[in-house]
């Protein structure tokens, strides 16, 4: 369902990412784990066609991303690491919006508005201003987004960082109930937060990946895999 090779970019002199490449099959859910700065952001706008790369190829849901952003944008659902949400639209009336953009059907948006405000439990916020929502139902409301039309991938951006320890939980069991319905690739730079969630983790550290594994309790410890990926020597 996605698939990254040799995927570089470089700011000027700075490599955000290096010869990144890695694979996820349908309805896999796989943590991307990394420091501040190891290139998650910017792998993760590459893949939904937000940014150019500088070298490499990515395909998404089959289509190359570089060449056809469009189709690519049609099927994945995107939760930035900032969601720009309007303020003064109340929920329904931003999601209403979203799906207009998203090519949603007019006689179809106020039921794929009530799908997935009820998936994401901000259906009893729907008349709020998103401006007077607490940050984890903004964070909802983020989500929400991300699934309108129903994408088969979801490529979702640091989806808990600023929450409470509460709010934290239901979004996690949220983004863990979404799979295997979708594809998900989400970024995190807590590891408890992979082991809690993904099948799979990929260690990505100074824009290269460091390490790829399963998250089952048989193999090494995620902290193992992580302190050896980051240390510097684990490349090989
Ligand atoms: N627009 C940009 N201009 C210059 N450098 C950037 C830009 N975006 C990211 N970087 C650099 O690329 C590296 C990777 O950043 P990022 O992808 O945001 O990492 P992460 O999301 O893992 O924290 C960092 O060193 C960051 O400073
Ligand atoms: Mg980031």
Redesign the pocket.
Known sequence: MIEVEGLT?H??A?A??EDVTFRMAPGEIVGFL????????????ILTGFAPATRGRATVAGYEVHARPLEVKRRVGYLP?RVPLYEEMTVAAFLRYVAEVKGVGRGIRRAEVARVMARCGVDEMAGRLIRNLSKGYRQRVGLAQALVANPPVLIL??PTVGLDPRQIIEVRKLIKALAPEHTVLL?T?ILPEVAMICERVII?HQ?RIAAEHRVDAAGPSLEDLFLRAVSGDAAA
Do not use: F, L
């Open positions: 970019k700011y000027g700075v955000a990412i990394g420091p501040n700065g190891a290139g998650k952001t910017t792998t993760m706008r690491e951006d640091e970024s730079h990505i824009g």
